[in-house]
């Protein structure tokens, strides 16, 4: 089993050093994502996860210093982040330094790559509602492990185990990274014939995914940073960022 928090560690490994030199424009911290701009104009985003809204008067002790700072530093927060919080900064940075293979298929969603059958058994970890009725409409079996009991039952630890020995095709959320919990995760597959990580906090950046059971990257690409800051600052998720992305489908190559 690899350990928790090696993929992030990978990838701070791997673009480290595109950040030299680089620094953070605008950052914002939204209900459900982080939003960045580098100084050259490129910009990332990444997903807040509830459980890492603190509480009190001091949410976030830098704030206010952030625009102005290295990039490199945020970036830092990848390895030595103390709190999801944290892991969710460095990682919408990463996002805003990766520039996506050449090979990276744009506005397609992800699971339209999966050929998906009747009777094949998927494993959703962390709910999409969108793919729910799309991917069941395929007469595929699907099962939903969700942490969230605000948004769905949750499984008891043996039906989760089940579900992942047992599954066809894996579809992942990214922020499994930000809690820790991706590597966790993988561990408990068997041999399924695609696992997809996905949405858009994914990192684009095949190479750390190697040794992984990871067969596809869907992330998504910003292209209008002033109306996607705006939105995150104002609350906005998923939906109302969805405009202003594209769609960003890798597949891994071993």
Do not use: W
């Not at 990871?214 to 600052?233: E, M, P």
């Amino acid at each position: 089993m690899l350990k928790s928090g090696i993929i992030l560690h990978r990838l701070y490994e791997t673009i480290q050093a595109s950040a030299k030199n680089l620094r953070i424009a605008d950052l914002r911290v939204g209900l459900s994502y982080v939003g960045i701009k580098l100084d050259n104009g490129s910009s990332g985003l990444a997903a807040v996860l509830l459980e890492s809204s603190a509480r009190g008067c001091t949410v976030v002790k830098e704030a206010g210093t952030y625009a102005g700072s290295s990039a490199i530093e945020v970036l830092k927060y990848l390895v030595d982040g103390q709190n999801a919080l944290h892991r969710s900064i460095g990682l919408a940075t990463a996002n805003a330094l990766i520039e996506p293979p050449a090979d990276t298929a744009h506005d397609r969603e992800a699971t339209t790559y999966l050929n998906l059958q009747p009777g094949e058994k998927v494993v959703m970890v962390g709910l999409f509602s969108p793919l729910v009725e799309r991917i069941r409409s395929t007469g595929a079996i699907l099962t939903i492990i969700e942490k969230n009991p605000a948004r769905l039952e949750l499984l008891s630890l043996e039906d989760k185990q089940r579900a992942l020995k047992e599954c066809d095709v894996a579809v992942i959320t990214a922020t499994t990274l930000l809690n820790s919990t991706f590597e966790e995760t993988i561990a408990l597959l068997d041999a399924p014939r695609s696992v997809i990580l996905m949405g858009p906090s994914t990192p684009l950046v095949p190479e750390i995914f190697q040794d992984t059971p990871v067969t596809h990257l869907g992330g998504s690409v910003v292209f209008d940073t002033a109306k996607v800051l705006q939105i995150i600052s104002e609350g906005g998720g998923t939906p109302a960022l969805r405009p202003y992305l594209r769609f960003a489908n890798l597949l891994i190559k071993r």
